[in-house]
């Protein structure tokens, strides 16, 4: 009863200053739903050589730089990078390695979850996130001889061609 | 001949087993548990469930798993390891009731976790905001933004610096106590802090 009673009291002292802040609040929340290309990761460590291509342009990877869906990830002889994707994936890349990211839906709401890629060369450190958790045959890894199907996990592969 | 044989005893000794093409090796997750991978290739499928439990992928013969020891993956894969960025960490603070202000107890944990989010250095994180089912709907969706938003001033002021900072409310729906309707429960009234 007490509990009910402190409740309301609460509630209607904080409602009138909550209210002015929401107003405050709408326009950012639509500019947040306006944005079309949204990052599905960052680059988050960087050794030596690495870069990164999206839609044609080529640069060099840094911290904090955008990864974006069909990102082509590569490391030249003395490089590595890593990057964590929005469903908290891991990944990180050893030198002379080329990886793309060839699908990606994080939507748990709406029940789009997809993560695939494709390593062409090198070595890649690998740990699932909440996409492998919710959906675990949507995580795919291919490589040029074969697919690894990710069961929520942390592997290593190797890719020599 | 004998140089093909030595350099086959060589690795055989130093890397317990040399695996000359394409091959994943299944690790122990950082939550202590080990998962598992599927290798679908040309001679079948092969799963691993075992740490350390390694296999070719589209190997000349029938797929056979084999042991890979630490020397070996240090010689393969210490670069991509060390490359490996912080690994995701989440934080819960909880709220007084109807309030966009910390419990006692959430006011004393915050500046521990706003050190171990600055600790990480620049991050991605996203601050969402919880409510238990006390109020209705509509106005539990705005209340847990305001929650999520005070949270995200207090990361401002302190002035840590993130790479991207995403504000948004899940209202009652999204509760970690699961509570029916009209029920007030502290543990649902919460912003989960989750930084990557």
């Known amino acids: ?161 | 001949m004998l140089l093909r044989y030595s350099v086959a005893l060589l690795c055989l000794v130093l890397l317990s087993g040399c695996v000359t093409g394409n091959y994943v090796v299944l690790l122990e997750s950082p939550d202590g548990t080990t998962g598992a991978v599927v290798i679908d290739d040309a001679k079948g499928q092969t799963r691993l469930d075992q740490a350390h439990q390694g296999v070719t992928i589209g190997g000349a013969s029938a797929a056979r798993p084999f042991n890979v020891g630490q020397l070996r993956i240090a010689h393969d894969f210490s670069a991509a390891l060390a490359a490996q960025p912080a690994l995701p960490q989440r934080f819960q603070l909880y709220f007084k009731i109807g309030s966009a202000e910390l419990t006692e107890e959430s006011e004393r944990a915050v500046e521990q976790v706003f050190e171990a989010i600055r600790l990480r250095g620049p991050s991605a994180v996203s601050v969402i905001g919880h409510t238990d089912t006390l109020s209705g709907p509509y106005w539990n969706e705005q209340l847990g933004l305001i929650r999520a938003q005070a949270v995200a001033d207090m990361l401002r002021n302190r002035a840590i610096e993130v790479i991207d900072l995403r504000v948004s409310s899940h209202g009652e729906r999204n509760l970690l106590i699961d509570t029916p309707d009209g029920v007030s429960e502290p543990r649902n009234r919460r912003v989960e802090i989750s930084v990557r």
Do not use: W
Not at chain 1, 54 to 80: E, P
């Open chain 1, 1 to 161: 009863m007490m509990t009910c009673d402190s409740s309301r009291a609460m509630t209607s002292r904080i409602r009138p200053l909550l209210i002015v802040g929401l107003l405050a609040l709408a326009p950012l929340a639509q500019a947040q739903a306006q944005t079309l290309v949204e990052p599905v990761g960052y680059i988050m460590k960087v050794q030596g050589e690495a870069t990164v291509t999206s839609r044609d342009q080529t640069i060099d990877a840094s911290i904090g730089q955008a990864v974006i869906l069909g990102a082509v990830l590569r490391t030249g002889a003395d490089g590595a990078m890593g990057v964590t994707l929005s469903d908290n994936t891991v990944m990180s890349f050893g030198p002379n390695s080329e990886f793309t990211l060839d699908e990606y839906a994080f939507e748990p709401a709406r029940e789009e979850l997809r993560l695939s890629g494709h390593i062409s060369r090198g070595t890649l450190n690998f740990i699932s996130g909440v996409i492998a958790k919710l959906k675990p045959e949507a995580v795919e890894l291919k490589t040029p001889t074969g697919t690894i199907g990710v069961r929520g996990t942390h592997f290593l592969v190797k890719v020599v061609q």
